[in-house]
Structure formats: C-alpha cells, structure tokens
T-cell receptor, first 114, second 111 residues
Framework: EPEVTQTPSHQVTQMGQEVILRCVPI?????FYWYRQILGQKVEFLVS????????KSEIFDDQFSVERPDGSNFTLKIRSTKLEDSAMYFC????????????FGSGTQLSVL | DAKTTQPPSMDCAEGRAANLPCNHS???????VYWYRQIHSQGPQYIIHGLKNNETNEMASLIITEDRKSSTLILPHATLRDTAVYYC????????????FGKGTKLSVKP
C-alpha cells in the first residue's frame, strides 16, 4: 500500500534555530496536512494545504510556522525560531480529493528542542 | 473540543471480539463517525467511517445506533497487534476540515 514518508525520523535542534520537516505525500493525493502530538497529549491539527495554499489552520499555527510544496512531491513544515514547547511528534498526512475523509498519516518526525 | 466520549481504557483477550463504544449525543445530520487508531506513537491509521448504516471492511465493523447518538467499533478477532489507542471522531462528510482527536480508548489485547 502507498504510504506517506517523513524525514528525518528524529530531529534535535537548539532553541531559536530554524527547522524544516519534510514529507512526501502519496503521489495522487491533493490535500496535505500537518498535525503534532506533544508527549502524552492529544494529536492536534496544525494546518491543511490544497492547491498551493493553506485551506485551514489552527491557533497553534502562528507566524513561526510555514508550509510549502516546493516541488511536485515534497511538502514541508518550517518552524522559523524553535521554542522548547515546539518539542513534539509532527505527523504529515495526505488525502485524495474525492476521499477527504480518509487521511493517510506518516510515521512522524520527533522534534526535540533543547 | 472533541464531540465524542469514549472510555479511557479497555482490555480484550486475544482472539476475542473487541467492542469499543463511543457516545456522540450531539451529532448533527451531516456528520459522519470516523474511527482511527494510533499504535504506540505511530501516525494515526484510518479504520472505518459511516453515516447511519452499519459498515464493514477488512479491518473492522462499525455499528451506529438508529438515533446516531452512539456507535461501536468491532474488531472481530483481536490480535496483540491491535493494541493501540482508538479514536472516535465526528466530522462533516466530504469536508477537508481538520480531524479533532480526543483522548481515545487505550485497547490492550492480552494473550
């Protein structure tokens, strides 16, 4: 079965540094998402992306965050100046245009901000 | 916040059916019931969804009550690999809106 691929699996960074988390969605999918999960807490929605623009974002997704689809296969999440509280597992997901209810999630990137 | 209520944890014997309940008493007419699961901090995995009719696929069955205020996810023959947190989510059908995850039910399948 096709899958969403995320790299790296683990990322350690210093507070204040910029990080880019990378995702390769399933090839025929048109909707892309980022979610995060702080250790021991709920999975939280960050942003959805369609047709090269953000379609929805949560309160968590402030000016420190940005997303981009730089080419036909990658989808990235950038955190401009990381904070300690950004430490979390970040999940990328994608869905087909006509089956939006079924999201396919990647295995996540564990971000540790020191 | 999540519109569903689930028990925090359940146990099931390996090989037996696991029945996971979910209450969604405020569900509206255009909202579907979705089930996802998360195995040990991996990415959530879609299981099944339905509107009002019962649904079955290769992973599970979904039974929705006639008044749609509650539902049950059934794993017919639970295995150790089914140990996971199971999330019941209500969401408008066809919407590209976000999934709101609650705390879910931690299902432990025991040998």
């Amino acid at each position: 079965e096709p899958e969403v691929t995320q790299t790296p699996s683990h990322q350690v960074t210093q507070m204040g540094q910029e990080v880019i988390l990378r995702c390769v969605p399933i090839s025929n999918h048109l909707y892309f998402y980022w979610y995060r999960q702080i250790l021991g807490q709920k999975v939280e929605f960050l942003v959805s992306f369609y047709n090269n623009e953000i379609s929805e974002k949560s309160e968590i997704f402030d000016d420190q965050f940005s997303v981009e689809r730089p080419d036909g296969s990658n989808f990235t999440l950038k955190i401009r100046s990381t904070k300690l509280e950004d430490s979390a597992m970040y999940f990328c997901a994608s869905s087909e245009m006509d089956r939006g209810e079924k999201l396919f999630f990647g295995s996540g990137t564990q971000l540790s901000v020191l | 916040d999540a519109k569903t209520t689930q028990p925090p944890s359940m146990d099931c014997a390996e090989g037996r059916a696991a029945n996971l309940p979910c209450n969604h008493s405020t569900i509206s007419g255009n909202e579907y019931v979705y089930w996802y699961r998360q195995i040990h901090s991996q990415g959530p995995q879609y299981i099944i969804h339905g509107l009002k009719n019962n649904e079955t696929n290769e992973m599970a069955s979904l039974i929705i009550t006639e008044d749609r205020k509650s539902s049950t996810l059934i794993l017919p023959h639970a295995t150790l690999r089914d140990t996971a947190v199971y999330y019941c989510i209500v969401r408008p059908g066809g919407s590209q809106g976000n999934l709101i995850f609650g705390k879910g039910t931690k299902l432990s399948v025991k040998p």
